[in-house]
């Protein structure tokens, strides 16, 4: 059944979209605050789609998650007791807490590993704020960070291009099988323990 590389040419398509770039920034922006999906996922296809504009497809992404994590930090800092009983129950709970304690334990630290690894950055963004780190490395953290992850994901998708592209394409179907697959097994290991 050829059910992913149809998804997986719509998604390419979109990439080459010509206002694909602020749909981007938006993303970026949005999931560094509050929204759940990363960036990564529209990144690496447009680098993919139009090598030659991968760098600027990290700058945006870089500069717009950034101002996300500030707006992140703005809700920790003064709106940290209107969200309290939302994040309580969310799924996110036990991340803000491990966030608190690399804060205390780590601080600048702490956001630089968020910003880079797939750590939930929003809740890194938020407990920041909430604990009152200083403003400017909370920045410059974000930037480095998050410069980092998202010059090396345009930068391997630049780099394999078209050639990339049509191998993937080649290869979509049974990748996002197994894909599912796997995640089913570990979903169905996870409920018997």
Do not use: C, Q
């Not at 938020?126 to 953290?141: D, E, K, N, S, V």
């Not at 998202?150 to 049509?166: C, D, I, K, T």
């Amino acid at each position: 059944m050829k059910l992913f590389s149809s998804l997986y040419a719509r998604a390419m398509n979109w990439a080459r979209h010509p206002r694909a770039p602020w749909y981007l920034g938006v993303l970026s922006f949005t999931e560094s605050s509050f929204f759940p999906v990363p960036p990564d996922v529209m990144l690496a296809p447009m680098s993919m789609a139009a090598p030659s504009r991968a760098w600027l497809f990290a700058l945006i992404t870089t500069l717009t998650s950034v101002a996300g994590g500030v707006f992140g930090y703005v809700i920790g800092y003064f709106a940290l007791d209107a969200i309290l009983p939302w994040l309580e129950t969310s799924r996110y709970w036990p991340a803000y807490e491990t966030a608190v304690n690399w804060f205390e334990a780590y601080g600048f630290w702490a956001i630089f590993v968020a910003g880079f690894s797939p750590i939930p950055y929003k809740v890194f963004t938020i407990a920041a704020g909430a604990m009152h780190m200083a403003l400017l490395p909370f920045i410059l953290a974000s930037f480095v960070g998050r410069g980092l992850r998202f010059f090396l994901v345009a930068g391997l998708m630049a780099w394999g291009g078209p050639r990339m592209e049509a191998s993937l394409h080649t290869y979509i179907d049974r990748l996002g099988w197994i894909t599912v697959a796997v995640v089913v097994v570990v979903g169905i290991w996870y409920g018997a323990m």
